[in-house]
């Protein structure tokens, strides 16, 4: 085999693998977006403030009791808080 052909074989199979593990990476920072857009819509158009921001970055770690916990303490109705923080670790 030419020496031209394995370097092209070998860079398509890098190219292949390292495109695979792109694609099938998690996007956490789709989760945070998701739980502060469920957020946002309960304030209809309104910005959230840092602290619903952190809740829901709480909430992707996993902890979801304290991320209600924050998001309730920021002024956010309860069922709102529970779905917010429902949709952050997905």
Known sequence: MRMSTRIAGVLT????????AALSA??????????????ESELRGGEAPDSVRM?????????????V??????GVTDGTSVSACRVAPE
């Open 13 to 20: 199979g890098l190219a292949l693998a390292l495109g695979g």
């Open 26 to 39: 998690p996007a956490a920072h789709a989760d945070v977006t998701a739980c502060i857009n469920q957020v």
């Open 55 to 67: 809740a829901c970055y709480v909430g992707l770690t996993g902890d979801n009791e304290k991320c």
């Open 69 to 74: 916990a924050d998001l309730t303490a920021a």
